[in-house]
């Protein structure tokens, strides 16, 4: 083996990135790690995936800063791998490479009328209020009746946020022309819908709690939307979170109509599987037609052939997430992730492909939380470690390993990244945006940051480009 530490890079700065970073820079070995990110920002789904106000937001985003913030994991931000590095850079460069890129699109429902132009992926919406710098600046928010799809937790975040005032969004990050846009929103109703029954769905149960505690905006359940089979009952006493999520519909289902005063409201619905989204005669949604399931014994269901029609001008699809390929890896177009046997990434002939592993939503499919990402990135670490014990990791010309060949790269392919201390000073420049905003009206608090939306302008902060004028006239009325 080499004297030289094990060179490694991990793409992907989101939790699956960072997480497998750290415990790899804990295993022992002598390694060197790079942190490679297509966006100027770190955190991934944490900063561009997750509503401003989830609850959970600020103590994540703590732990991975207090990871990167060691040192000993260098960054490389703004770099698009497979366009401006390929994979065989990264193979020629370091001895192993992580792929932790997550999920970043939505999965594909595939019911009539879903290419409408007011039928929405709830991915893009999510990267629309979380202010990626790679999508539009603009959202149409102009429908009053709204149908979500989905009984996960990003539905609940779509869902929350549309009802939600935006004058209550403030004392979160959100960007300034996202404000700017939910002030205009019109909603009056938003329905959430899910096909099997309250035993099944996947919301966690502070999320759905925190559902009902916005200010004028009503949650309301059916109380014929409850009904347990054998196969509901058996997942409830195996799992205390069903429990708690099943008690909260309940207290939703039990609150008097008359308390129901607010401006605007969050239906939920179970038992209703998507079938249909119907237009009007101009081609714009008018419609969201349902078909009433029934619980089959087994926690499954099955349709009883009775349909609804929602009226409603504007469809989101919450129905999961899915990753893309990676040009010059395999790609399973079906689970959307790579091929991948507890993290070692296999080729078309069934074995593992030397010094490529997969860790996060890219190696296991979008589910699980940050307590899975933690211990599937342990999983794959433990196998990288193996792999080294056993000689198996070593990568080509001993003078381009590592991270000052990456560094010359870079620089005379002219790719403009940044870096851990780049983003620092982007962080900052946030965060006195948002003092210089001030304190909310009606006493709600302070702005903690604004982002910027910009990615030339995240860039030119990142790489102290710019003075503090000059980038406000860059970013314009978008952030300031």
Same mark, same amino acid.
């Given at each position: 083996m080499s004297e030289r530490p094990l060179s490694v890079a991990v793409i992907g700065a989101g939790p699956a990135g960072i997480y497998a970073s750290d415990i790899l820079a804990k295993s022992g070995l002598d390694v060197q790690i790079d942190l490679f990110e297509r966006l100027p920002a770190p955190y991934g789904l944490v900063r561009y995936g997750v509503a401003p106000d989830h609850p959970r937001i600020k103590q994540i985003i703590?732990? #991975?800063?207090?990871?990167?913030?060691?040192?000993?994991?260098?960054?490389?931000?703004n770099v698009n791998i497979g366009?401006?590095?390929?994979?065989?850079? !990264?193979?020629?460069?370091y001895d192993a490479v992580i792929m932790a890129t997550g999920s970043d699109r939505d999965r594909p429902l595939d019911i009539p009328?879903?290419?409408l132009p007011q039928s929405y992926g709830a991915a893009d919406f999510v990267s629309w209020y979380d202010g990626n710098p790679d999508y539009p600046r603009q959202w149409p928010l102009e429908a009053e009746e709204i149908a979500v799809i989905g009984v996960g937790n990003v539905a609940l975040d779509v869902a929350r946020v549309l009802a939600k005032h935006a004058e209550d969004m403030l004392v979160t990050e959100i960007p300034e022309n996202v404000y700017e846009g939910l002030k205009k929103n019109p909603v009056k109703t938003v329905h959430v819908f899910g096909r099997r029954g309250p035993a099944q769905v996947k919301f966690t149960p #502070?999320? !759905?709690?925190?559902?009902?505690?916005?200010?004028?905006?009503?949650?309301?359940?059916?109380?014929?939307?409850?009904?347990f089979d054998e196969g509901s009952q058996q997942q409830l006493k195996a799992s205390n979170q069903a429990r708690q999520v099943v008690k909260t519909l309940t207290n939703y289902a039990m609150t008097d109509p008359s308390e129901h005063t607010a401006s605007r409201r969050i239906h939920i619905h179970l038992f209703e599987a998507p079938s249909e989204i119907l237009a009007d005669e101009d081609g714009n949604v008018k419609a969201f037609r349902t078909e009433r399931t029934k619980l089959n014994g087994d926690?499954?269901?099955?349709?009883?052939?009775?349909?609804?029609?929602?009226?409603?001008?504007?469809?989101?699809?919450?129905?999961?997430?899915?990753?893309?390929?990676?040009?010059?890896?395999?790609f399973d177009q079906v689970r959307g992730i790579i091929p991948n046997v507890e993290g070692r990434v296999i080729g078309a002939d069934g074995q593992a492909l030397p010094g490529i592993y997969a860790t996060g939503w890219?190696?296991?499919?979008?589910?699980?939380?940050?307590?899975?990402?933690?211990?599937?990135?342990?999983?794959?670490?433990?196998? !990288?470690?193996?792999d080294f014990n056993e000689g198996k990791l070593h990568a080509g010309d001993e003078k381009?390993?590592?991270?000052?060949?990456?560094?010359?790269? #870079?620089?005379?392919r002219n790719v403009r990244f940044t870096t851990w201390q780049g983003w620092e000073l982007l962080n900052a420049y946030e965060e006195q945006l948002g003092k210089d905003f001030g304190e909310v009206e009606g006493g709600?608090?302070?702005?903690?940051?604004v982002k910027v939306v910009s990615r030339e302008a995240m860039t030119r902060i990142s790489r102290d480009e710019l003075s503090k004028d000059e980038v406000l006239d860059l970013i314009g009325d978008i952030d300031k």
């Open positions: 703590l732990a #991975l800063f207090r990871i990167l913030q060691r040192g000993d994991i260098r960054m490389f931000a366009e401006d590095v390929t994979v065989q850079d !990264l193979q020629e460069h009328g879903v290419d #502070l999320e !759905l709690r925190e559902l009902g505690k916005q200010p004028d905006v009503d949650v309301i359940v059916d109380e014929k939307d409850f009904d926690g499954t269901v099955s349709g009883t052939g009775e349909f609804t029609d929602w009226p409603v001008q504007a469809v989101y699809r919450a129905v999961g997430y899915f990753s893309s390929p990676i040009e010059g890896l395999p890219v190696k296991r499919g979008p589910v699980g939380l940050i307590g899975s990402t933690k211990s599937d990135a342990q999983q794959t670490i433990s196998h !990288l470690v193996e381009a390993v590592g991270h000052d060949a990456m560094v010359h790269l #870079l620089e005379d709600r608090g302070a702005r903690e940051r």
